[in-house]
């Protein structure tokens, strides 16, 4: 693959990805409580996004994703955005993430080691945009043109953007994923990761085989890593382990390990304090970092490990 992200595994060994966005939001004072979650934020305080991604930099983050996993023109339009607003919030949240890769890379300080960072427009799921929690379910009772006619407006919009990459995040069943990987041969010029949500140690959340899932990407050149993010931390060693034989590279960003209640709008359960990096990473995995309810802590740590695992 002829990509900026090439470079950094060649050179590294691994490429570091950011946290979860909203946990850091909500630690600095955000109210998330809202259909929209993060995106909110892209309209009422794009400036605490921008801080939150140059902190994921500072920390050790290679790659960070922007603010729009949520983001949909339907949503947007429930809160009352017309198609102009929405496409303007859209196309900021990549302004806000190679705002803070500017501001990180002018420091000298911060560039000794480093290779440029990269920044990903996040692309979530349908269910996603839905807010009820079904992104961990992918039940959506639509069909194929339902979900091309949804991805399509949003994936025109960031693929016309500065963004390096696009990241389709969560992505909770084969259905889903196939329409995305049509969809991006509409921009062949572009380059994506793929990763989806899992239900245990073999299954995506929808119920199909994760390795089964995983070798879309085989088929694709577009498709420059494939793997998991939001799921357990335990379920992750089997889930690599069933598509280590693929040469796409693997990607991996769990959740804490505790489980989202859409109807209460809430995390709960247990959380996972460490997670077995060096174990991921030689089950194939190299591109690492965090999703839901980890922050900039995590990073720093995942990264250190990495880099006495690669080098």
Known sequence: MNHPLKTLLDVQGFAMLDGGLATELEKRGADLDHFLWSARLLAESPGLIRDV?????????????????????GGLAR??????????????????????????????????????????????????????GSEYHGNYGIGRQALRDFHRPRLDLLADTRADLLAFETIPSLQEAEVL??????????????????????????????????????GSEQIVAVGINCTPPQYVSALLESANHLQTPLVVYPNSGEHWIAEENRWAG????????REWYERGARLLGGCCRTGPEDIRGIRAELASIAG
């Open 53 to 73: 991604h140059y902190d994921y930099l500072v920390a050790g983050a290679d790659i960070i994703a922007t603010a729009t996993y949520q983001a949909s023109f």
């Open 79 to 132: 809160a009352g955005f017309e198609q102009q607003k929405a496409e303007e919030l859209m196309r900021l949240s990549v302004d806000l993430a190679m705002q803070a890769r500017e501001q990180f890379w002018s420091t000298e300080q911060y560039r000794a080691g480093r290779l440029s960072p990269l920044v990903a427009a996040s692309i979530g799921p349908y269910g996603a945009c839905l807010h009820d």
């Open 181 to 218: 990987v049509e969809l991006m041969g509409e921009h062949p010029e572009k380059r994506a990761w793929l990763s989806f949500s899992c239900r245990d140690g073999a299954r995506v959340s929808h119920g199909e085989d994760f390795a089964e899932c995983a070798a879309l990407a085989e």
């Open 270 to 277: 247990q959380e996972c304090a460490i997670f077995p990096v």
